[in-house]
Nanobody
Framework: QAQLVESGGGLVQPGGSLRLSCAASGSISSINNMGWYRQAPGNQRELVAIISGSGSTNYADSVKGRFTISRDNAKNTVFLQMNSLKSEDTAVYYC?????????????WGQGTQVTVSS
């Protein structure tokens, strides 16, 4: 089994920045796509950004130009740098990864970290 543990959430004022981290641990042979999703109260979980094993990225239109996803393959970690934060970015942010474990690819989720943008 593998586990994903997020960190870096918190309270920030509009226009501020936060950096989220998500580290994968456990029995890992390889990691393919890694991504960040978010879910605000009353809304469905939505994709924020995703990065492939080769480094290709894709972003939701609402965060393009403000958020940057990156990864450190040596440390099995994915990051989300969030700049120019808006109140509508307030949500629980979840890390997601496709991990090869015992010859089986499986999607794993972190426990979520709260991001609150408010003055």
């Amino acid at each position: 089994q593998a586990q994903l543990v997020e960190s870096g959430g918190g309270l920030v004022q509009p226009g501020g920045s936060l950096r989220l981290s998500c580290a994968a641990s456990g029995s890992i042979s390889s990691i393919n796509n890694m991504g960040w999703y978010r879910q605000a109260p009353g809304n469905q979980r939505e994709l924020v950004a995703i990065i492939s094993g080769s480094g290709s990225t894709n972003y939701a239109d609402s965060v393009k130009g403000r958020f940057t996803i990156s990864r450190d393959n040596a440390k099995n970690t994915v990051f989300l740098q969030m700049n120019s934060l808006k109140s509508e970015d307030t949500a629980v942010y979840y890390c997601n990864a496709n991990i090869l474990n015992n010859w089986i690819w499986k999607t794993y989720w972190g426990q979520g970290t709260q991001v609150t943008v408010s003055s």
